[in-house]
Nanobody
């Protein structure tokens, strides 16, 4: 069964940092890109960052460039999102997602429809 479980969310002050983790079942993690999305209240689900299975290719939304870093450890089936210099606008539920195994290890998914499997989400609140 496909499983993605996020953790690491919480309440943090502006300017602070959080590290999100997404643990995947081995079957889920096999040879596919991973992405982090977020959805703030009343807003659409947005792609925040994505990483290819190889780790060679990454994507960052403009609003997080220079502040967030996505990484993955294929040995432990885990993807991370290091979030620094957090702002109140970063407040949202963060979801990790992945797709079915890809033919090419450097492929990235950049749209909602590129992702077949989703976690339950973890709340990140940035407030003083």
């Amino acid at each position: 069964q496909v499983q993605l479980v996020e953790s690491g969310g919480g309440l943090v002050q502006p300017g602070g940092s959080l590290r999100l983790s997404c643990a995947a079942s081995e079957r889920t993690f096999s040879r596919s890109y991973m992405g982090w999305f977020r959805q703030a209240p009343g807003k659409e689900l947005d792609l925040v960052a994505a990483i290819s299975w190889s780790g060679v290719n990454t994507y960052y939304a403009e609003f997080v460039k220079g502040r967030f870093t996505i990484s993955r450890d294929n040995a432990t089936n885990t993807v991370y999102l290091q979030m620094n210099s957090l702002k109140p606008d970063d407040t949202a539920v963060y979801y990790c997602a992945t797709d079915r195994p890809q033919r090419f290890t450097n492929t990235l998914g950049l749209g909602l429809r590129d992702y077949a499997y989703w976690g339950q989400g973890t709340q990140v609140t940035v407030s003083s």
